[in-house]
Structures are given as C-alpha cells and as structure tokens.
C-alpha cells in the first residue's frame, strides 16, 4: 500500500505553524475550562485578548501574505477567508456565552486543522522562493506571550 508522508512545513511558513500551535492550545484551554466548570463569563475575558492580540494579527496576515498566494478566487482561499469571517463573530459576540465558547472551541479547532492539513500543503506547493523570503522576512519567528491574569485552566 501506498504510504503517504506528511508534507513537511516550509521554514518560512514556519511562524505561522507555531500560532496554529497556540490556537489549537487555546481550544484545548477552553474545554478545560469548561470541564473545570470555569464560567464562561471568565473564559471569553480571556478568548478576548486572545483575539485582539493574537488571532487579529495572525488573520491579517494570511490574509496579506499567504492566501493571494493562491488566489482570493480559490476554493480552499474562500473557505478559509469565510471561517475567519464567522470566528471573527463568535469573538465578536457578547450574548448566549455558554453556546458562543463551544462554537469557538470547535470551529477555531477546525479551521487550524484545515490550513494546517489542506490550505497551507496546498499553498506551499505553489509558492515561489520569492515569495517565501518575502513570507520570511514579513512575518519572522515571535515569541508567544501569555496572560497570567486568569489562569483558569491549570
Ligand atoms: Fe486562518
Ligand atoms: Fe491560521
């Protein structure tokens, strides 16, 4: 049988794996939370400045940077551009928390394993080295920061 070998990530590319890393972190902090029984009060002050300092940053640039890779026009662009659309909402709303987390918790899930496993092989086979040190040079290696206000998770 044939065997199929994970494409590996790009160096470039790399920057934007470790969010993913953090984001798929932050799904796990959330059923923590909830199976802790956090209130959902607590867990959205701090999904808020997630979002704000994490996730606003790193949509703007896929956005920027890698999907025109690929085209806005693209099948597997338009989707990711739609999920981000709709996460953005979920971040955005106030009201029904305990609903509004969960949904959160899995569709945040979900779009990183998307790029990660679809979107991001897909865009690598396409890009060129220019585009790459570009990648490369724009979005470098950061550290994560966290915010020990409310560890609700340990
Ligand atoms: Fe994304
Ligand atoms: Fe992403």
Redesign the pocket.
């Known amino acids: 049988m044939e065997q199929k070998k994970p494409i590996k990530r790009h160096k470039a590319m790399q920057p934007l794996s470790r969010e993913h890393h953090q984001g798929l972190l932050l799904s796990w902090k959330i059923r923590t939370g909830i199976s802790k029984g956090v209130s959902a009060e607590r867990i959205k002050t701090y999904l808020n400045w997630f979002y704000a300092t994490h996730l606003v940053p ?2 703007r640039t ?1 956005e920027k940077l890698i999907f025109p890779i690929l085209g806005n026009d693209h099948e597997l662009v338009k989707r ?1 551009i739609a ?2 659309r709709r996460l953005e909402r979920l971040f955005n709303t106030s009201t029904d928390l305990d609903r509004t987390i969960s949904l959160i918790e899995e569709e945040l899930e979900a ?1 990183i394993r998307f ?1 990660e496993r679809i979107l991001f092989n897909k865009i690598q086979t396409v890009a060129n080295e220019q585009q790459f040190e570009t990648i490369a040079k724009l979005h470098p290696e950061s550290k994560f920061t966290e915010n020990s206000n409310d560890v609700f998770w340990e």
Request: proline share 0%; hydrophobic share 25%.
């Open positions: 790193h949509f896929e990711a999920q981000h779009h790029e």
